[in-house]
């Protein structure tokens, strides 16, 4: 499986962007989708993940709200819609899949991931 995300950019405070993954491949592999996101200086950390068939969700609490994860499995896409966009949303975001049901926050539990992309939030 190969992804590919898109969509990053530059947003003032307040601001949206909606962040897209294109899955390929071997897709009837994926169960669960997600993405996270690495600040500067940080640890890669969770953010949100879906389930590829039925669509479960599951937010990390700093995001819970404002941010909306989805999949259109009959494109092979994921999305990432984030609303009310803060500064310390700047990270690069990277959607990952796993061929298990994760009911974990762990990166280490996806096997394939996307390449990554900016998002900057400006105050």
């Known amino acids: 499986v190969q992804l590919q995300a898109s969509g990053g950019g530059l947003v003032q405070a307040g601001g949206s962007l909606r962040l897209s993954c294109a899955a390929s491949?071997?897709?009837?592999?994926?169960?669960?989708m997600g993405w996270f996101r690495q600040a500067p200086g940080k640890e890669r950390e969770f953010v949100a993940r879906?389930?590829?068939?039925?669509?479960?969700?599951y937010y990390a609490d700093s995001v819970k709200g404002r941010f909306t994860i989805s999949v259109d499995n009959a494109k092979n896409m994921l999305y990432l819609q984030m609303n009310s966009l803060k500064p310390e949303d700047t990270a690069v975001y990277y959607c990952?899949?796993?061929?298990?049901?994760?009911?974990?926050?762990?990166?280490?539990?996806?096997?394939?991931w996307g390449q990554g992309t900016l998002v900057t939030v400006s105050s």
């Open positions: 879906v389930t590829w068939r039925n669509a479960i969700t």
């Open positions: 491949g071997r897709t009837f592999r994926l169960n669960t």
């Open positions: 990952a899949g796993s061929p298990d049901l994760v009911v974990v926050t762990t990166a280490a539990a996806y096997d394939y």
